[in-house]
C-alpha cells in the first residue's frame, strides 16, 4: 500500500510485469476494500499477463458501473433543477463532475447530494418519481425521522445508491454544521450539476477521511486534496474557510507537508508514522472489529452509560421511518438489539 500511495502521488507509472502473485492478489485485495482500481491502474502498467486478468476486469466493472451512477445522477439533478431544489453533490461524484481526476481513475460507491433542509420532502418526493426506494424494505416511504446528516440509503433498478443528505457534517461530530450553509450558499454550477466550490471539496474531504470514519477508508483521501490542489493551483496553500470552520487547520498544514516531501524525496521511510501523525484512523492498519468482549467491562459500561438504549430507539426509528409509538415498533427495536447482541464475542 505504502509503494502505491508514494508512487501516485510522485505520478510514478511502473510495470506490474515485475510485481509477484503475492503483491497482485495483495492489490486486488486492496482494490475491493477501498475502491482503487483506478489509482492501481493510472500507478501500475498491466499487461494481458493471466496473473493481471482480476484487476482489469475490476476496471472494467468499475467504469461500466460509474457509467450508470452517472446517468442517473444526470436524471436526478435535472429534475432537482427543475424544481429549484436548493442541493450540492459531494464526494467522489463531485469530483468527477469537477474534472479533479482523468476519467476512469476515481470511483465512487454511491450518490451523496446535500439538500437544504427546507426541501428535503421535495426532493425525496423527486427521487421517488425516479423510482428511488429505500434499500430497507421494510422502511416506510417517508422521511419523518432524519437522522444524523442523511436520510436511510436508497436505490434504483439499477443498483445505484442514493444518500440525501440534509447536513455535510454528523450531529455527533458537530452540534451544529459548520460548513453545510457555506456549501450551499458557495456552490459552482458545472455542467448542468450543482458542485462545492474548491476550498468546500477539501474541507469536506478532510472531515470525511479523517472525523466521519472511525477507521481508515484508505488512501483516497490523500489523492483527492492532492489532486483537488493541484487542478485548482492550491498546491501548498494552508489557508481555507472551511477547513478553519471544521477546525482541522493543523491536519491540512501536515498533510501538506508530506505531500512537499513526496515531492521532493525519492523514499519516505516513516509513512505510517506521518499518516498516523496527521490522524490515526488514517493509518493503513486492518480495520478494526466492531465486535465488543461481553468480559470487556468497561466498553459495555460505557455503553449502557452513553444511552445506548436511547439511542437504539432513536436509529430504529430513523433506519424504519416508523414512530415508537407505532404498533411495528417493538418487532423492529427488537430485531436491532438482536443484531447489537450479536456484535458481543464471549472470548
Known amino acids: 500500500m505504502h509503494d502505491l500511495i508514494f508512487n501516485y502521488l510522485k505520478n510514478k507509472k511502473i510495470s506490474a510485469n515485475n510485481l509477484t502473485q503475492k503483491q497482485i492478489l495483495n492489490l486486488v485485495s486492496l482494490s475491493k476494500k477501498f475502491h482503487l482500481i483506478g489509482f492501481i491502474t493510472s500507478t501500475y502498467k498491466l499487461s494481458d499477463r493471466s496473473e493481471h486478468e482480476e484487476l482489469i476486469a475490476l476496471k472494467k466493472l468499475s467504469v461500466a ?118 456549501i ?74 508530506l505531500f512537499i516531501d513526496i515531492e521532493n524525496k525519492n523514499k519516505i521511510n516513516d509513512l505510517n508514522y506521518r499518516l498516523t501523525n496527521i490522524r490515526k484512523n488514517l493509518a493503513l492498519t486492518e480495520k478494526e472489529s466492531y465486535k465488543i468482549h461481553f468480559f470487556d467491562f468497561k466498553l459495555v459500561l460505557k455503553k449502557i452509560i452513553n444511552n445506548f438504549f436511547y439511542r437504539k430507539i432513536v436509529f430504529t426509528e430513523f433506519k424504519y421511518q416508523t414512530s415508537r409509538s407505532s404498533l411495528k415498533f417493538p418487532i423492529f427495536y427488537l430485531n436491532e438489539l438482536m443484531v447489537s447482541i450479536r456484535n458481543i464475542r464471549l472470548f
Open 184 to 257: 450551499l450558499k458557495d456552490k459552482i454550477f458545472h455542467k448542468e450539476i450543482f458542485i462545492p466550490n474548491p476550498s468546500a471539496l477539501i474541507g469536506h474531504t478532510l472531515y470525511h477521511g479523517l472525523i466521519h470514519n472511525r477507521y481508515s477508508i484508505g488512501p483516497i483521501i490523500l489523492f483527492d486534496i492532492n489532486k483537488i490542489m493541484k487542478k485548482y493551483n492550491l498546491e501548498k496553500n494552508t489557508s481555507n474557510k472551511y477547513v478553519s470552520l471544521l477546525k482541522l487547520e493543523n491536519e491540512l498544514i501536515k498533510v501538506n507537508e
Open 65 to 182: 458501473k460509474n457509467l450508470m451512477m452517472m446517468h442517473d445522477l444526470k436524471l436526478i439533478c435535472s429534475d432537482l433543477n427543475k424544481k429549484k431544489i436548493k442541493y450540492c453533490i459531494l464526494k467522489g461524484s463531485a469530483l468527477n463532475v469537477a474534472e479533479v481526476y482523468a476519467p476512469a481513475t476515481r470511483f465512487f460507491r454511491d450518490l451523496d447530494i446535500l439538500v437544504a433542509k427546507e426541501d428535503l420532502k421535495s426532493a425525496f418526493k423527486i427521487l421517488n418519481n425516479l423510482g428511488y426506494k429505500y434499500v430497507n424494505k421494510f422502511a416506510k416511504n417517508r422521511c419523518d425521522f432524519l437522522g444524523t446528516h442523511h436520510l436511510p440509503v436508497m436505490s434504483n433498478e439499477n443498483g445505484t445508491f442514493v444518500e440525501l443528505h440534509h447536513r455535510a457534517t454528523a450531529q455527533t461530530h458537530y452540534k451544529e454544521c459548520p460548513i453545510t450553509e457555506n
